[in-house]
């Protein structure tokens, strides 16, 4: 009864196993992560999209856009994502101080990637 018992139990485990790795999951697919604005005017914000697509098996969803600075912002496609479809990240530098600039950009989600970083440069005049 004991070997039997143990039996049962061990095969439950394998099996819940087996299942866990086979879990649906959204991914991201960036046709960019970096944009270069070149050379933009002060006092003129300047905005990217950065498109995406979901290359994973189950819907993505989008928790926060955070940028790096207060001297930016971002605009998320806020409804699910269903796999094969597709999204954007609108982001914006306000552009007030003259010189080069980077900022990123952290996007968390429930990808397989949770944590992904996109990233904005150039130089204002």
């Not at 914000?45 to 989008?62: C, E, L, M, Q, V």
């Not at 080069?100 to 949770?114: A, E, G, L, V």
């Amino acid at each position: 009864m004991k070997k039997r018992t143990l039996g049962i139990l061990a095969t439950f485990i394998a099996v819940i196993g087996f299942v866990s790795m086979t879990v649906a999951i959204g991914e991201f697919k960036f046709e960019k992560e970096t944009h270069d604005f070149g050379t933009i005017p002060q006092n003129k914000p300047a905005s990217y999209n950065f498109k995406f697509s979901n290359t994973g098996d189950a819907p993505i969803i989008i928790g926060e856009v955070k940028p790096s600075c207060g001297c930016s912002v971002a605009e998320f496609t806020k409804t699910p994502v269903k796999p094969g479809e597709g999204g954007t990240v609108t982001v914006t530098y306000n552009a007030a101080a003259k010189g080069p600039f980077t900022k990123q950009f952290t996007i968390k989600s429930n990808t397989k990637t949770p944590v992904k970083t996109l990233t904005i440069k150039g130089n204002v005049e």
